[in-house]
């Protein structure tokens, strides 16, 4: 493909522009508003014709050779131009507004460019809309956009949020879908709180999709798992489970934390810390994992979490469960 550096950071990746393209209608007229390079712009092709939009003429270069590397040209044409400035219409659009400012990547949906409130000028001209934002907004900014809100992880990364409008994308109101497996799930209101658990035999790390559109209720509810804390994401369950929304570990065993106690385990284990994963207490992995000495060849995951409020040490084997739930 060809592209420039900034534009290439921020560009959507083949995998999830391809997948975004499936919940566009066949057929009709896109609009991809800020195409950058044309990663979306080239998917969406593939479904029908596409006006590119984007104001720097680098980036509309881009798009246009890469729907030529695409094979896709005859259905995509590019208009160097300000999207703020335009009044166009079609039967769907994508807004893709840049995320940085002089090579700097902004936090705030206010540096965002074109700011996010043109969202709602787009929809007065294309009601079918989706846009695609960072997955590290607040939630009261998502929630004001006023659409249903996916976010999307691609291989263990939580890669971007988007907001579906008018009849594109999503039935229900929040959601996670995890690629490239391509399976979602979905928010609904009746899930019930998980119980509180110690850690059983097996330990269930959600997808960071899962996690971020704060759906652990539901995953819980799927692989009928417990949670080890209110506050933490990690669900513990007794039968061997594989899911697209998740990794689950075999728990050899677990502690309260203390390195001294994980050292020993580990020695006593023959094992040697493969990986070491944190959530909830304020130990850093790398820290720990420098400091951990090898007792054998058996890779074991140390998870640092809290059980019922308190700091502890569950030490795993990353084996996958061939019992297959959800």
Not at 194 to 203: A, F, H, R, T, V
Request: hydrophobic share 40%; proline share 7%; glycine share 6%.
């Amino acid at each position: 493909m060809f592209f420039t550096p900034e534009a290439f950071e921020q560009s959507t990746g083949e995998t999830i522009a391809r997948w975004r393209a499936g919940r566009f209608p066949t057929g009709g007229t896109v609009l991809d508003l800020c195409c950058g390079i044309g990663g979306d712009a080239v998917q969406l092709a593939r479904r029908g014709y596409v006006l590119a939009v984007d104001r720097s003429p680098e980036c509309a270069l881009c798009t246009k050779l890469n729907a030529e590397v695409y094979s896709v040209a005859d259905s995509l044409s590019v208009l160097c131009a300000d999207v703020s400035r335009l009044s166009l219409r079609a039967d769907a659009a994508f807004f893709d507004p840049s995320r940085r400012v002089s090579g700097r990547r902004v936090r705030s949906s206010a540096e965002y460019s074109p700011p996010l409130a043109l969202v709602e000028d787009i929809r007065r001209s294309v009601p079918n809309l989706a846009v695609k934002v960072s997955p590290a907004l607040d939630d009261s900014v998502l929630e004001s956009l006023g659409g249903r809100i996916e976010f999307v992880s691609d291989r263990g990364e939580c890669k971007e949020a988007v907001v579906w409008f008018g009849s594109l994308g999503l039935s229900t109101h929040r959601a996670a879908t995890v690629l490239p497996k391509a399976a979602t799930l979905a928010a609904h209101p009746h899930a019930p709180e998980p119980e509180l658990s110690p850690p059983g035999d097996w330990l269930f790390e959600p997808d960071p999709a899962v996690i971020r559109a704060h759906l652990i209720a539901e995953i819980a509810e799927k692989i009928d798992g417990r949670q080890l804390d209110r506050q933490i994401a990690y669900l513990t369950m007794d039968a061997a489970i594989s899911s697209p929304f998740g990794t689950a570990y075999r728990v050899i065993e677990w502690l309260p934390f203390s390195l001294s106690r994980i050292q020993k385990r580990i020695t006593a284990l023959k094992a040697r810390a493969a990986v070491v994963k944190r959530r909830g207490v304020p130990m850093e992995p790398e820290d720990i994992f420098r400091k951990l000495k090898s007792g054998g060849d058996r890779p074991v995951v140390v998870v640092l979490t809290r059980v019922a409020g308190e700091p502890a040490a569950i030490i795993c084997e990353p084996t996958e469960p061939k019992s297959i739930k959800c």
